[in-house]
């Protein structure tokens, strides 16, 4: 392959959810892939984020994963042939017919002794929406609706009570027309200019030069607002709130706007019409509030009350106010309540179904949202069709000619609880658990309890160690398909060549192990093994998969890779020709009534507050330089060399109590396990607040964070565990992360 013959392949960021387009360039050697720049990229107009710009790094990293293994036996320890070496596992090298045959077997084996629902399933936010759609296929053939992605660890609670309030489990706007059209950013619990740095720079601080206002609620000080470069203004402001009372703080916005309503009607705090024509449940609102007291609230939040009237005042006097939502809204016990109030101070205020509103979550990773769109969720199927509706799921079975379980099945979070009890089996593809999972060290503990688990990826992530087969899988530049970004843009992504011969695409793999269970020959591994038309899983390439896609997801149908093109279109998309939907609920909602729904909601603290042994509040987030687990950009050297080991932010009040130095070791400790890290001394944190981050697996906040779950979305509450700080502690080294070297 030469660079010399071979145009540059367009195709999309693999990283956070912003669907920034790139370019790859193939060199001579098929691991030789170089980033550039794509120009006129319809996201990113050709900016890229340093993680972008640093992306190829990866694809030829020295611990890719490049054939098959499988755990040695006790019996097969001494004897020859190629060992590798997982924490205290070994693995042989395998044939892909070994692996393919003994990964049948298991599979058959555990349905046959404990029924369907002993197997789980884990889709993927770093793969295509074919390769989803593929898996949760699969597992519903299998027999089960066991099958989940990771944003039941992000935004489950998001898309949960955006679903169900006003339709659709998604950003109800476009991030053009929040440049455009936005008067009032209201930002909540994110941080798009350290997690989303494109939408921040290209949309967001666009508007922000035109006049727009910046209100961000968060207990963490952090490049947003000084990347707006606003924060002395009038135009901006930063409520630090204490982790964990997001609900009284918007009760208070709440109130005051309903007061000030009440003691001048005329005065536009409220939308009447809107509410009248378009909403219910705004008198259970104002029965909810009713007793409220906004000074206790105000204490409880630790911001002054004067404070948050003001915000209240700008975000109800603007013609156009739009939230946006994060992590540190969605990932605590009252996750669902705590996006739910947004929900209430965009409707009661008019501020949805027209340019530059609505409630916006900023998704995390390159195709979360697509995972969810095509079903790789326990509770729906494609399309955000529920699995217990008869009619929608006759629908699809009418397509796929199979039956489909109509039960919900268990989240991520609970078929790991549920590992080497109900559970038996578990197949991972481009997941880590060990690491995204809350209680991290007795998710591995559970792991290693379970009869077979298959592990599918590009590198030998944490828990690979607790495989019996691993799959050597193509990383996103090898590879085509599409991917829906953090607005709803489905775009097309495009490979270059493989850089290692025996790796394989998920697609692949998936039709394989599909075609082998259920394929209607007899001899499993046989070319004319065929499942019935709709249920095959035999398909010659992405596009053949994304066709069928289409068949079941109503808001993709009007989509087809032609009319991707290179722009994308916005979904819902529901008849070719269709130009899809910038933003959402001009007319109506997609509820069942019409209407959007406001339910007032009261404070629910979280699960651990502060004690006498644990006296501090531990709460995470993401950095620029890494994401999520870290499997890829742990071993970026550029990504490592601005950030190469985790670190705590302390504020100054907490470590002169301590005695705690700027840059000293320190081991961060709660009731489930401890991480020794840095400590930077610093006023971004409140007194009583400690921060930290989940990138690093020397020092995961996974392994302090709590498993408590919202009852409703199984979200865990990740923002907010008690902790406690001990010093004089030895650093681990140079760095305090194994994969974090500028080798």
């Given at each position: 392959m030469s660079s010399d013959n071979q145009e540059p392949i367009k195709t999309i960021c693999p990283y956070c959810g912003v669907g920034c387009g790139i370019k790859v360039q193939p060199g001579e050697e098929p691991g030789d892939v170089q980033f550039m720049p794509w120009g006129d990229a319809p996201v990113n107009e050709g900016r890229i984020c340093i993680k972008g710009g640093a992306a190829t790094e990866v694809v030829d990293h020295e611990d890719r994963l490049t054939n098959p293994l499988i755990k040695a036996d006790s019996d097969e320890q001494s004897s020859s042939g190629s060992r590798t070496s997982f924490g205290d596992e070994e693995f042989r090298e395998a044939s892909w017919e070994e692996a393919y045959e003994y990964i049948v077997d298991e599979l058959e084996r555990i349905r046959d002794e404990y029924g369907p629902d002993a197997m789980g399933f884990f889709g993927s936010s770093k793969v295509m929406n074919e390769e989803n759609y593929l898996l949760?296929?699969?597992?519903?053939?299998?027999?089960?609706?066991?099958?989940?992605?990771?944003?039941?660890?992000?935004?489950?609670?998001?898309?949960?009570?955006?679903?169900?309030?006003?339709g659709a489990g998604a950003m109800t706007n476009s991030m053009q027309d929040l440049r455009e059209e936005a008067d009032v950013f209201w930002i909540q619990g994110a941080n798009p200019g350290e997690q989303h740095p494109i939408a921040n720079s290209q949309y967001f601080r666009q508007a922000i030069l035109e006049g727009a206002t910046v209100i961000q609620v968060d207990p963490h000080a952090n490049k947003?607002?000084?990347?707006?470069?606003?924060?002395?203004?009038?135009?901006?402001?930063?409520?630090?709130?204490?982790?964990?009372?997001?609900?009284?703080?918007?009760?208070?916005?709440?109130?005051?706007?309903?007061?000030?309503?009440?003691?001048?009607?005329?005065?536009?705090?409220?939308?009447?019409?809107?509410?009248?024509?378009?909403?219910?449940?705004?008198?259970?609102?104002?029965?909810?509030?009713?007793?409220?007291?906004?000074?206790?609230?105000?204490?409880?939040?630790?911001?002054?009350?004067?404070?948050?009237?003001?915000?209240?005042?700008?975000?109800?006097?603007?013609?156009?106010?739009?939230?946006?939502?994060?992590?540190?809204?969605?990932?605590?016990?009252?996750?669902?309540?705590?996006?739910?109030?947004?929900?209430?101070?965009?409707?009661?205020?008019?501020?949805?179904?027209?340019?530059?509103?609505?409630?916006?979550?900023?998704?995390?990773?390159?195709?979360?949202?697509?995972?969810?769109?095509?079903?790789?969720?326990?509770?729906?199927?494609?399309?955000?069709?529920?699995?217990?509706?008869?009619?929608?799921?006759?629908?699809?079975?009418?397509?796929?000619?199979?039956?489909?379980?109509?039960?919900?099945?268990?989240?991520?979070?609970?078929?790991?609880?549920?590992?080497?009890?109900?559970?038996?089996?578990?197949y991972v593809m481009g997941e880590n658990p060990v690491m995204s999972e809350p209680d991290a060290n007795a998710v591995a503990e559970r792991l290693a309890d379970l009869e077979f688990t298959v592990v599918q990826d590009i590198f030998p992530t944490e828990t690979a160690e607790y495989a019996d087969v691993i799959l050597p899988a193509t990383t996103w530049a090898e590879r085509g398909g599409t991917v829906t970004n953090t607005d709803r843009r489905v775009q097309r992504m495009r490979g270059v060549g493989k850089v290692h011969e025996n790796t394989k695409h998920d697609r692949e793999i998936l039709s394989e192990i599909g075609t082998r269970l259920f394929g209607e020959s007899e001899e499993r591994g046989s070319a004319e093994s065929r499942t019935p038309s709709g249920g095959k899983f035999d398909f010659e390439d992405p596009e053949e998969i994304f066709e069928e896609l289409r068949q079941v997801c109503p808001s993709y149908h009007g989509m087809t890779y032609d009319l991707l093109g290179e722009e994308g279109l916005h979904w819902p998309c529901y008849e070719p020709g269709d130009e899809g939907d910038p933003f959402l609920y001009e007319h109506e909602f997609d509820t069942e009534s019409g209407r959007g729904h406001i339910e007032g909601v009261a404070h629910q603290p979280p699960a651990e507050t502060p004690d006498d042994e644990y006296p501090l509040i531990l709460t995470t987030a993401r950095l620029e330089e890494h994401y999520n687990t870290g499997t890829m950009s742990t071993r970026s050297p550029t990504l490592n060399k601005q950030t190469p080991e985790n670190f705590v932010d302390v504020h100054p009040t907490d470590a002169e109590r301590y005695g705690i130095e700027d840059d000293e070791y320190v081991r961060l400790r709660s009731r489930r396990g401890e991480i020794t890290l840095e400590a930077h001394v610093t006023e971004d944190t409140k007194e009583g607040v400690v921060w930290t981050t989940p990138h690093f697996a020397a020092a995961s906040a996974n392994k302090l964070t709590n498993h408590v779950l919202d009852e409703r979305s199984k979200i865990p509450e990740y923002k907010a565990a008690a902790a406690e700080i001990d010093v004089d502690i030895e650093p681990l080294g140079e760095t305090a992360d194994p994969a974090a070297t500028d080798d």
């Open positions: 949760q296929k699969l597992a519903r053939r299998y027999g089960t609706n066991n099958v989940d992605n990771c944003t039941r660890m992000c935004h489950a609670s998001t898309v949960w009570a955006l679903r169900t309030s006003l947003t607002t000084r990347s707006f470069q606003i924060d002395d203004t009038d135009r901006h402001q930063h409520l630090q709130l204490n982790p964990g009372t997001d609900i009284p703080l918007l009760n208070i916005v709440l109130k005051t706007i309903l007061e000030k309503h009440d003691e001048n009607p005329y005065e536009g705090w409220i939308d009447e019409v809107f509410i009248e024509e378009r909403t219910e449940g705004f008198e259970h609102l104002r029965e909810t509030l009713e007793d409220f007291d906004k000074e206790a609230a105000a204490e409880e939040c630790g911001v002054p009350l004067e404070a948050i009237e003001l915000a209240a005042e700008k975000y109800a006097m603007a013609n156009n106010a739009a939230i946006f939502t994060g992590m540190g809204m969605s990932q605590h016990a009252c996750g669902v309540d705590n996006v739910q109030n947004e929900i209430n101070l965009a409707l009661i205020t008019g501020n949805l179904g027209r340019p530059g509103t609505g409630v916006n979550p900023l998704r995390g990773q390159n195709n979360v949202q697509g995972t969810c769109d095509v079903g790789a969720m326990p509770n729906v199927l494609p399309g955000y069709q529920l699995v217990d509706d008869d009619e929608a799921r006759e629908s699809v079975e009418e397509v796929w000619g199979f039956e489909i379980p109509d039960e919900p099945g268990l989240t991520n979070v609970e078929i790991s609880y549920e590992a080497g009890d109900s559970i038996k089996g578990l």
